[in-house]
């Protein structure tokens, strides 16, 4: 079974910079995706960007550059880099891995049967 351990959350500044990491291990997919996705409190869990098992990547975000995924084939290890945070980023973030079925889907959390414990961001103004 898959195992995804996320990394790297704390506190931060407004306008500040993290980046996420996702160690994945017993990694089985040939084809994938791999995703992050965030959840407030109180809100529903919300998909922020995918990279396929060819590397290329999709954003849900109307802001571009400010969130960037990446991936080290060789450490097997998913990254969210979060630039210029605000606030409202404030989050558990969790990555995601399924397997590729034509698409990567960042609206149905549910195409994704391998999740992590989440990581928290908390950003401050």
């Known amino acids: 079974q898959v195992q995804l351990v996320e990394s790297g959350g704390g506190s931060a500044q407004a306008g500040g910079s993290l980046r996420l990491s996702c160690a994945a291990s017993?990694?089985?997919?040939?084809?994938?995706?791999m995703s992050w996705f965030r959840q407030a409190p109180g809100k529903e869990r919300e998909g922020l960007g995918y990279i396929n098992s060819a590397g290329n990547t999709g954003y849900a975000t109307a802001e571009p550059g400010r969130f960037i995924i990446s991936k080290d084939n060789a450490k097997n290890t998913l990254y969210l880099e979060i630039n210029s945070l605000k606030p409202e980023d404030t989050a558990m973030y969790y990555c995601?891995?399924?397997?590729?079925?034509?698409?990567?889907?960042?609206?149905?959390?549910?195409?994704?049967?391998?999740w992590g414990r989440g990581t928290q961001v908390t950003v401050s103004s």
């Open positions: 017993q990694f089985t997919y040939t084809r994938y995706c």
């Open positions: 995601a891995a399924g397997p590729w079925v034509g698409y990567c889907s960042l609206a149905d959390p549910a195409r994704y049967d391998s």
